[in-house]
């Protein structure tokens, strides 16, 4: 019986065909090259600003944002230096600037125009949770600047917020002084038009923001203004500088989407960072949770992500921060709310809901659809950009394409698995050895460490698969093979792409666009027949792949500029190194996964690998042990600092028994553990020889509540590996004091136990039932809470602020028992008194212990005192 007659090109001998078709190894480093390229072309377009404009460039635009005016206030803000809520910076001299900055501008509008200003001050309460654990806000006598621009229906509004508090020990450039310089010049160009908005547009200056969103929400449940508020845009910062990213929008309001489509100038904007953050993987939250929970208002979250290291520490100041940075976020804040305070869904009754899917193209282009279609695009995407290239292969022995369709999704797959197990591998290696963080300031350290890692695995499973797999009889060229694998690729995340979309997630979308630049450069193939000639295809695939790359180079970029500043405050607990190494083994998969199939094609495929092996084996050097690799830079050592964050409290602890009678007491250093290297650290400079005790393991935690430390911060204290060094007593001139009035009895099994409190400082309270006891009811909410658990212990945990000074203030809590019980077996009570910048409380020995800390440590100092007593 005759053989089949093999698909052959014009040659006829194999060895020939063998050559045409196999690839020089320089191919592969031209290919790295135009990875690396184009990572560098997204990082440019990532970090490009428009130029600001400044006065002199009034008189050609009239109506424009100046970035110059707002850069004015801006500095206003700055050299005021930390404000902290409570503070005489925020309270006095912050609030005043801001009424009578918006006093100039309702001065200089148009008459026309109406403008109303309101100061607000607040008290209230509410429950909010995060990481499982819920707690009890409190404030008192904070403070919001409300501006009300009228417009020609003021039936209804549009909300714009930022905060002017910031946290201790910063000055808050960027968060959020920056966001508050912005408005205050769009309420300037506004004012100044001779035609009204369509709908009224509220200004929210708020000063209570860092101390759990507690001004934002004083102004959406009490103020007359805000029933008027039909949507909201919430100016925020994760950052320093950079682009500022809508990273939340709606809940369910897609027409809030479609409006920024309409009217941003220089998008940026993803529903991964979306779904991101509502993950809980970004250690933070906004005043959108207000406005979205309390208010049921629909809105938009932006912030700045750019250079995390600097957020909440010294250096996020002016001096970090550029007049084009105001200019790009005044010039989308400014037009986007030209279009919602126009927008006929402002005064509709009834709006479209549904979720969205959105997201720009390197910041050119924005895209946008329902999720009802992104769940059609992303099916007719997957299957067709597996059954287009097939088409191409329709007159070739089906068994032979399977069979190479299977290589490239098993390789894919493999080396998907094995990349992440040698980067992890690579990442507890450096962990265990105290190699931890090198790649914080150079992020660049990555690349050699962990992407290449991940290659160098992809690269071995092809050699293996090449090695064992591959039929020597087969009917394709080496060329055709490297076709057929790259519709396994394609299967590969097909799977991915519609795995997603059946889970609910939206950011599907992002192997879908590599799915069909894949899918363009198979039919594109198929339709100018390349697919049977030498390079005639790879030229086609090469100039589909370049969007891809911009794609995906951009998407690590953004998730390094992200995570790597955020592993500075993830706690010592976790490792970040093994995140870190999985962020890069994806960033490679998803960078090079239509690249990897051509090393069936290499020459010199082992010369490639030890290329690869000995790159890596440098990187390892350079960042074991040379000054590339230290984690942490100050201002002296880079241009952009990379600090260290340091949390540190001087404690007195002051104990009672049930009859309020003192006992004793004792005092300490208490160190929060924001990073990985935070021990290493302390036990190298700072605690000189002496012994840190882990904060669970402090002997207090046998029998007090909550080991009767300063919790102040709930959530950050308890899941961090804080820690306790006994020292001498701090300087306090005041306190918060709770005072016990009595007792009255409610029925046979309630109590309820009455209090004052008396002191106009950050405070912290937690009540403990005590075994068979519960807490029912108190004067603080209409309902109590689910407790806190902390070493073995349930606790109501109430934190406190105060604005303004303010009078003594009363306080029930009722408990409900199984049976009587006698003194000191109801409750147990914490009350903590935390002074910021208090700085004339800080002793010899606080300030020499403080002196101790590296020159690129920011530290945070405070001093609390704890007072413990049952009941």
């Not at 014009?10 to 320089?26: A, F, I, M, T, Y």
């Not at 979720?355 to 279609?373: M, N, P, R």
């Not at 807490?775 to 407790?787: A, E, K, N, T």
């Amino acid at each position: 019986m005759p053989q089949p007659k093999r698909v052959r090109f014009k040659e006829d001998e194999r060895h020939v065909v063998k050559n045409l078709h196999e690839l020089h190894s320089s191919a592969v480093y031209g290919a790295l090259l135009v990875v690396i390229g184009c990572g560098l072309l997204t990082s440019y377009l990532s970090t490009r600003l428009p130029p600001a404009l400044t006065v002199e460039n009034l008189e050609r635009s009239p109506n424009a944002f100046i970035a110059e005016r707002a850069w004015a206030s801006l500095k206003t803000l700055n050299d005021m230096g930390p404000k902290p809520a409570g503070s005489q910076a925020n309270e006095v001299m912050a609030y005043e600037f801001l009424l009578k900055e918006v006093q100039r501008i309702e001065a200089s509008k148009h008459d026309s125009q109406q403008l109303e200003l309101d100061s607000q001050t607040v008290t209230g309460a509410f429950s909010i949770s995060l990481l499982n654990q819920s707690m009890t806000s409190m404030y008192r006598n904070v403070q919001n600047v409300v501006v009300r621009l009228v417009g020609s229906d003021a039936r209804q509004a549009l909300l714009l917020n930022c905060h002017f508090d910031t946290v201790a020990s910063s000055p808050g450039a960027s968060d959020d002084g920056a966001s508050c310089a912005v408005m205050l010049e769009v309420l300037r160009v506004l004012s100044r038009q001779p035609i009204r908005t369509r709908h009224t547009v509220l200004f929210l200056f708020n000063g209570a923001e860092e101390t759990m969103l507690q001004a934002a929400h004083g102004f959406i449940t009490q103020h007359r203004w805000a029933a008027e508020v039909r949507a909201f845009l919430n100016l925020e910062s994760s950052g320093s500088g950079g682009k500022e990213v809508l990273f939340q929008a709606g809940p369910h309001h897609p027409w809030l989407i479609e409006a920024y489509a309409r009217a941003i100038r220089h998008p940026f904007a993803h529903t991964v960072g979306e779904e991101i953050f509502q993950l809980g993987l970004i250690p933070s939250d906004t005043d959108f949770r207000m406005f979205r929970d309390y208010g049921e208002v629909p809105g938009m979250d932006f912030a700045h992500i750019a250079n995390g290291y600097r957020y909440h520490t010294r250096y996020d100041s002016m001096d970090f921060l550029s007049l084009e940075v105001l200019q790009r976020t005044g010039d989308n804040v400014l037009a986007l709310t030209r279009d919602l305070a126009e927008c006929d869904e402002l005064a509709a009754s009834k709006l479209p809901t549904g979720e969205t899917v959105f997201f720009d193209f390197i910041g050119l282009v924005f895209v946008h659809y329902s999720v009802a279609s992104g769940r059609m695009i992303n099916l007719a995407i997957a299957l067709l950009s597996v059954i287009v290239p097939l088409i191409g292969f329709s007159r070739i022995h089906f068994k032979d394409v399977l069979r190479e369709v299977t290589f490239g999704l098993l390789g894919t797959v493999i080396g998907t698995i094995f990349s992440t197990i040698a980067c992890t591998t690579m990442a507890r290696q450096l962990d265990f050895f105290s190699k931890t963080m090198t790649w914080y300031t150079n992020t660049q350290l990555i690349l050699g460490l962990y992407c290449c890692s991940a290659l160098l695995a992809h690269c071995f499973v092809y050699l293996f698969l090449t090695t064992f797999y591959t039929n020597e009889k087969s009917n394709l060229s080496l060329g055709q093979m490297t076709q057929a694998r790259l519709i396994g690729v394609n299967v590969f995340w097909s799977f991915v792409t519609l795995a997603a979309t059946s889970a609910g997630y939206r950011s599907g979308y992002i192997p879908m666009v590599l799915l069909a630049c894949s899918l363009a450069s198979s039919l594109l193939n198929v339709i100018i027949k390349a697919g049977r000639t030498h390079r005639r295809w790879i030229y086609v695939h090469l100039a589909f792949q370049l969007p891809a790359l911009l794609w995906s180079t951009n998407f690590y970029n953004v998730l390094v500029q992200l995570f790597v500043p955020i592993t500075g405050r993830f706690g010592g607990s976790r490792n970040p190194e093994v995140f870190i190494s999985l962020l890069a083994a994806a960033g490679t998969l998803l960078c090079c996964s239509y690249w990897i199939p051509f090393i069936g094609q290499l020459r010199h495929m082992m010369n490639f690998t030890a290329k690869l092996s000995a790159i890596i084996v440098l990187t390892l050097a350079l960042a074991c042990f040379s000054p590339l690799g230290l984690p942490y830079r100050d201002e002296s050592m880079a241009k952009d600092p990379t600090p260290q964050r340091h949390y540190v409290t001087h404690t007195f602890r002051v104990f009672h028994d049930e009859y309020g009678l003192y006992t004793h007491s004792d005092a300490g250093f208490l160190f929060q553990e924001m990073d990985r290297n935070t021990r290493a650290t302390l036990e190298e400079y700072v605690v000189q020889g002496e012994t840190l005790v882990p904060m669970r393991q402090v002997q207090s935690c046998e029998k007090e509540l909550f080991c009767a430390l300063p919790f102040y911060s709930l959530w950050h204290q308890m899941r961090f590996n804080n820690y306790w060094l006994p020292g001498p007593e701090p300087i306090v001139d005041n306190m918060v004091t709770m005072a016990y009035l009595g007792t009255e009895q409610l029925d046979m099994r309630t109590q309820r136990l009455m209090f004052t409190l008396e002191g106009s400082i950050q405070s912290s309270i937690i009540i403990g039932p005590k075994e068979g006891v519960q807490l029912v009811g108190w004067s603080l909410l209409d309902h109590v809470p689910p407790p806190a658990k902390f070493a073995g212990r349930d606790g109501h945990f109430i934190f406190i602020t105060h604005g303004l000074p303010g009078k003594a203030w009363n306080m029930t809590v009722d408990v409900q028992y199984d049976q009587p019980k006698d003194n000191g077996n109801l409750v147990d009570i914490v009350v903590t008194t935390k002074y910021w910048e208090y700085q004339h409380m800080h002793t010899a020995d606080f300030e020499e212990l403080l002196a101790r800390f590296p020159s690129w440590a920011h530290v945070v100092p405070s001093v609390a005192v704890v007072s413990v007593f049952p009941l």
